[in-house]
């Protein structure tokens, strides 16, 4: 078993760890009341409270979940009390979006986007690097959609916003752990010019050649990951650096096949094709690069134990099943399966959430063993 860092082993800045639980609460919220809404709209009975809110399944998971956690990762990096508001305004969008007052939810995460990208703009104004560039771009794509959405477009209008959002906020991460390796100056323009690529698609994407662009963006992304990322030597390791590494690569698999699916076949809204790309990248690329993060992210967050344990391979080995039969489906135009693919999809999720709980609850018990030893 891999060996962590004590919680308390860096100082707290910023908002106290204990205060920091009800905005991941509400972060989890989105998460949970969002799966639900995603079962509603393959046809799962579901609560009432998720049923209601089928139509705004995507809203909820990126920017009531995801904005909620990437905002308060950013607050607690930062260590300013005012970056707090990112996740709380977020979180507060997501809660009305639960309890009925769905039309106030895109201003409050406008609000919250703005927060977060002021927060990365002050963590590129400390360090102006071709990763912090990134993450500020990642940042300003959520507002960016929120606020288009807030004025009248569709949800599948601005979902490439959201996913620039996303992808583009790991990217960067990945760039800045990459000092460990660093990519050759000529694999730092090529990551410059994929930036300028994926931004144009999103520019054109009324255009017909604009989504083309943004998927072909995407797609060479993967490549650059998959080429230059640590993870293709860590993989080798043990414990959780090589279970990370695990999460990394394939999550870079379904980076490239949706965006090879996005060129291929388009994103119209309501296709088979829709379905496939989207949860390709969001489940499988995005959830991938959670799965594997959160034995970090938690401990830096809540200042709580993560213990590694083998058993954090089976959500992620349920991630890519739930998604195999739920492409499947797509590509073969049998709806059952994809419905089966949308129930695993959501059993991974469960099974996440519980093998991190379960983490938490060893690594209290274990430090309150270690303290009782005279």
């Given at each position: 078993m891999a060996r962590q860092p004590a919680p308390s082993a860096a100082p707290v800045t910023g908002l106290p760890p204990p205060w920091r639980v009800p905005l991941l609460v509400l972060g989890f919220l989105?998460?949970?009341?969002g799966a639900g809404a995603g079962l509603a709209r393959l046809g799962w009975a579901v609560p009432d409270v998720a049923a209601s809110a089928a139509a705004l399944h995507g809203p909820l998971m990126i920017c009531g979940f995801f904005g909620v956690v990437i905002s308060l990762e950013r607050a607690v990096a930062i260590g300013?009390?005012?970056a707090y508001l990112g996740p709380l305004l977020a979180g507060i969008g997501s809660a009305t979006t639960v309890f009925g007052a769905s039309a106030l939810a895109p201003w409050f995460f406008l609000g919250?986007?703005?927060?977060?990208?002021?927060?990365s703009l002050d963590v590129f104004r400390r360090q102006a690097a071709l990763f912090t560039f990134t993450l500020a771009l990642g940042a300003a794509c959520w507002p960016v959609g929120v606020a288009l959405w807030a004025a009248?477009?569709?949800?599948?209008d601005v979902v490439g916003w959201w996913l620039a959002f996303l992808i583009l906020t790991i990217a960067g991460e990945r760039l800045e752990l990459s000092r460990f390796l660093p990519p050759s100056p000529t694999a730092r323009?090529?990551?410059?010019?994929i930036l300028a690529v994926v931004l144009a698609g999103l520019a054109a994407s009324d255009l017909s050649w604009g989504l083309p662009l943004f998927a072909a963006g995407l797609l060479a992304l993967a490549g650059w990951l998959l080429r230059q990322d640590i993870a293709r030597r860590t993989v080798h390791n043990r414990g959780l650096t090589r279970f990370i590494a695990v999460c990394l690569l394939s999550g870079y698999a379904w980076l490239a096949v949706g965006g090879a699916i996005a060129l291929w076949a388009g994103l119209a809204p309501g296709t088979r094709a829709y379905d496939a790309a989207l949860h390709a990248l969001?489940?499988?690329?995005?959830?991938?690069?959670?799965f594997g993060h959160a034995a970090i992210i938690f401990p830096a967050v809540l200042r709580v134990a993560v213990p590694y344990h083998a058993v954090f391979y089976l959500p992620l080995a349920l991630l890519h099943l739930s998604?195999?039969?739920r492409m499947a489906g797509d590509a073969t135009g049998r709806f059952g399966w994809t419905q089966a693919g949308g129930m695993l999809n959501a059993v991974a999720l469960a099974a996440f959430i519980v093998t991190m709980v379960s983490a938490v609850v060893r690594g209290a018990l274990g430090g309150n063993a270690a303290k009782s030893v005279p």
């Open positions: 989105g998460l949970v009341v300013r009390y005012w919250g986007g703005l927060v977060l990208l002021a927060a009248g477009a569709s949800v599948h323009r090529v990551f410059a010019v969001t489940l499988g690329f995005v959830f991938s690069m959670v998604l195999l039969v």
